[in-house]
């Protein structure tokens, strides 16, 4: 669906007999999908590549963009590489030369150990960006913790290194970086945006924590890293469950605006490929943007005008007042069945928490009544759509291919796509 001001804007250029004139160098005038991944690691921090090699790895498979998110660092200043492991060593560097050629890579010995140069984005991007084609956008992954709780937070686009904020609690930690980020993109004007990676990692994050960080707009429901546990466990809601909590409570109790998910690789192992490593290729975003640009993916995505993919396509998603319907991009032989889930207004509230055996409640993500989150209607169409009661806090779709992932990050993970939440 184009916004009605984008609607307006393409009319014209239709009727401006100008329009035909544009020079090659003017970008095209309607929205339309991007693929990118927006969190990914390189030898910057702890990934097993060269970020130029990871890079042309999405690249070659149709990707559009991509955010390399190394652990607290900006890829940028000068970095030598120990080749002291067979990280970065061997065949790895070998097929790096291969790929960029031995003029590109910079090697040197300090006290008998070989070292190459990693590059920073300003460099090796005049490699691989292309105009509508491929971009790379800035990003770090701000590494952050609370006691044994990992707190970690993406920066995408920022325009300065965020330095991992601390705080008191879980939920201080995610406010207090979240907070950097908002703050750094109102001094320096340039759109950029934080957002809560795998909140079930170490099982760091609660629903009830991540529902109250006021500046938190995006966070992974998918993450396609073996060990962060999409999927909860006997004691544990799993991602799904946790939006709709943080979704329902935002909405109906804390007056806050909704949280967008995200999928994403969090890739690191680039040269080996099976369930248990963290390979790239499972969990993308589809963005609806006019422009291939940081700044048009970043309203887009700050619009809702994305979704969450491990291997679904949606030909079109139109959201509006009254309804939510989607056009699915078919394959033969596979069925798709959506379902479009939702919390109404008048919904049971009662939670409680997770108890150990002493009897003391978990810090866990609570047990909520079966109104959060209810299938509010399920279809097999290949274009379901959902009308609006009109009694709904928010409306989303999952939508679950009947085709297993190859290579996904457990065992038996069918094709996913996740919708937006609409607010009729
Ligand atoms: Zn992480
Ligand atoms: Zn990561």
């Known amino acids: 669906m184009l916004r009605p001001g984008l609607y307006l804007l393409h009319l014209l250029l239709l009727l401006c007999p100008l329009a035909g004139a544009q020079d090659a160098d003017a970008p095209p005038a309607t929205a339309r999908w991007w693929k990118g991944n927006l969190h990914t690691h390189s030898l910057w921090s702890d990934g097993d590549d060269y970020p130029?090699?990871?890079?042309?790895?999405?690249?070659?498979?149709?990707?559009?963009?991509?955010?390399?998110?190394?652990?607290?660092?900006?890829?940028?200043?000068?970095?030598?590489?120990?080749?002291?492991?067979?990280?970065?060593?061997?065949?790895?560097?070998?097929?790096?030369?291969?790929?960029?050629?031995?003029?590109?890579?910079?090697?040197?010995?300090i006290s008998g150990t070989n070292q190459v140069r990693l590059k920073p984005l300003a460099e090796y991007r005049t490699r691989l960006e292309e105009p509508d084609r491929f971009l790379l956008v800035p990003s770090m992954e701000i590494t952050d913790r609370h006691l044994t709780a990992p707190v970690h937070i993406n920066a995408t686009n920022p325009r300065e290194f965020l330095p991992a904020a601390g705080g008191s609690n879980v939920l201080d930690v995610m406010r207090r970086n979240v907070n950097a980020v908002l703050d750094q993109r109102q001094r320096t004007g340039q759109p950029m945006f934080p957002h809560i990676n795998h909140p079930n990692f170490g099982w760091g994050i609660t629903a009830e924590e991540l529902m109250h960080v006021e500046g938190e707009r995006f966070f992974e429901v998918y993450n396609g890293h073996p060990s962060v546990h999409n999927d909860g466990d006997a004691s544990h809601a799993g991602l799904d469950r946790v939006w709709d909590i943080v979704l329902t409570w935002r909405l109906a109790k804390l007056n806050l605006p909704p949280v967008y998910g995200l999928a994403v690789d969090d890739s690191h192992h680039y040269h080996t490929n099976a369930v248990g490593q963290s390979n790239p290729g499972r969990g993308w975003v589809m963005v609806r943007a006019p422009h291939l640009t940081a700044e048009a993916l970043v309203h887009a995505l700050e619009a809702g005008e994305f979704y969450a993919s491990s291997g679904v396509i949606l030909a079109d998603i139109t959201r509006d007042a009254k309804s939510l319907r989607l056009r699915i991009e078919t394959q033969p032989g596979i069925t798709y069945r959506t379902q479009f889930i939702g919390t109404r207004k008048q919904f049971d509230a009662a939670n409680e928490p997770v108890r150990l055996p002493s009897g003391d409640a978990a810090r866990v993500t609570h047990r909520y009544s079966e109104d959060v989150g209810r299938v509010l209607a399920e279809s097999e169409a290949t274009e379901p759509a959902y009308t609006f009661r009109g009694d709904e806090l928010y409306v989303r779709a999952r939508i679950t291919s009947s085709r297993l992932k190859n290579n996904g990050y457990r065992d038996g993970e069918f094709e996913s796509a996740w919708v937006q939440p609409v607010i009729p």
């Not at 890079?55 to 955010?67: D, M, N, Q, S, T």
């Not at 652990?71 to 790895?92: A, D, I, K, M």
């Open 52 to 109: 130029e090699m990871i890079a042309a790895w999405y690249k070659e498979r149709g990707y559009h963009f991509l955010a390399l998110s190394d652990h607290n660092v900006l890829q940028e200043g000068s970095r030598w590489f120990s080749l002291t492991t067979p990280r970065g060593s061997g065949p790895v560097l070998d097929r790096y030369r291969a790929r960029f050629g031995a003029a590109w890579v910079e090697e040197r010995q």
